[in-house]
């Protein structure tokens, strides 16, 4: 996707701007971000999977009730 | 600066939650009413069609939550969280672009990620698994639809992000035109052999057995033994409506967080020279400091 902006060369005021820097060098970095997607992946998870395929709370159902509406609009098999 | 990128993240997704909550709560709810309307108007007409034919009636599940309750709060709880989690990995994925991808300004990197994210996460599996309304989805094959979404979402984040290092990679050899078409275009048969292998929803073996061979699991119209509809099919429109908002819910979470992320990167990672407004002039712009190293 990224390559798509080939008309970045093109001559705007901000193509004096100072080039964006690679930013994830480092170590620490790099487990601040693992440690980013995992709990991001898991708000994802409870939203959209649990207690319909798989359900880590045993069989309750709050959670699947409870964002219901937001499962079934947010493009999630259901039920 | 990574914790700071993050936070913008974060921040964007949860603006961008809100808009998609308020735009669900006054376009899809009412698709939603309809669709649970259609399934309780199908489920009393199949008890009165069982009642004849002497079985006994189901007992139905309790309700946990009003509709009320489902609709405010639970799906405004549901959208917000969500549009959170995508900003996050939206961040994580802005910051391991950054200066990876070519030289893109800030502004239009966010743009890019968010424009990645809604292709990676929504549109390239709702060509497989467009979304179903409630009273569409057979609770005999949850697991098997959940798995198969799971790895549509899978395989499109992967592959979107195996065709961006391929562009990248192939850029000094094919130039950045031709290198962007020949990444887009492995993009596309690698994910449309996954669609082509992948089964349909109304072709997995629970259904076939139950219902017959279809393409979809989409309720058909309700007949008795002699072959007379006693309850029709599905609504078409409620259907196509409650996708196409679905859709347009999503284009306005991943274009807020796009938008909403971009003047903030910029302001972090390119900021404007001091000085007077003369900021074009090379001499203005010159050894700026480092934003990442700081």
């Excluded at chain 1, 080039?19 to 980013?36: D, S």
């Excluded at chain 2, 424009?115 to 549109?123: A, E, H, M, S, V």
Aim: glycine residues 10%.
């Amino acid at each position: 996707m990224s390559s798509l902006s080939a008309s970045a060369a093109t001559p705007t005021p901000e193509a004096d701007a100072p080039a964006v820097p690679v930013a994830v060098p480092n170590a620490r970095a790099a487990l601040l971000l693992i440690g980013t997607a995992v709990l991001a992946l898991a708000v994802y998870y409870f939203i959209g999977v649990d207690q319909g395929a798989t359900s880590v709370f045993g069989n309750d159902m709050h959670v699947h009730e409870f964002v219901h509406d937001a499962r079934h609009f947010l493009g999630f098999p259901c039920h | 600066m990574v914790k700071r990128i993050i936070g913008r993240g974060l921040l964007a997704g949860a603006v961008a939650g809100l808009l998609a909550f308020a735009f669900a709560r006054i376009f899809a709810e009412p698709q939603i009413n309809k669709a649970i309307a259609y399934e309780s108007g199908r489920d009393a007409a199949q008890e009165a069609l069982n009642k004849a034919a002497g079985i006994p009636p189901d007992m139905a599940d309790p309700d946990l939550f009003s509709r009320t309750v489902q609709a405010d709060v639970g799906l405004g709880v549901g959208m917000v969280f969500f549009g959170m989690a995508m900003g996050a990995l939206f961040a994580v994925a802005y910051l391991l672009c950054l200066g990876r991808t070519g030289r893109l300004q800030a502004r239009t990197l966010s743009l890019l990620v968010a424009g990645g994210g809604l292709l990676g996460f929504y549109l390239v599996p709702f060509v497989k698994y467009p979304p179903n309304p409630p009273a569409i989805g057979h609770p005999e094959t949850i697991q098997q639809r959940g798995s198969l979404y799971l790895v549509m979402v899978l395989c499109s984040i992967v592959f979107l992000a195996a065709a961006v290092w391929l562009g990248q990679r192939l850029k000094p050899r094919f130039g950045n035109w031709n290198a962007t078409l020949l990444g887009a275009a492995a993009y596309v048969v690698a994910i449309g052999v996954v669609m082509a292998l992948l089964p349909s929803l109304g072709h997995l073996s629970d259904n076939v057995q139950l219902y017959g061979r279809h393409a979809t699991e989409t309720p058909l119209p309700l007949t008795d033994k002699q072959g007379n509809i006693v309850y029709p099919g599905f609504p078409a429109d409620v259907l196509f409506a409650f996708r196409l908002y679905s859709l347009a819910a999503q284009l306005v979470l991943w274009g807020t967080i796009g938008l909403v992320f971009a003047p903030m990167a910029q302001r972090l990672l390119q900021p404007a020279p001091a000085g007077p407004p003369t900021s074009a002039t090379p001499a203005a712009s010159g050894p700026a400091p480092d934003p990442v190293t700081t």
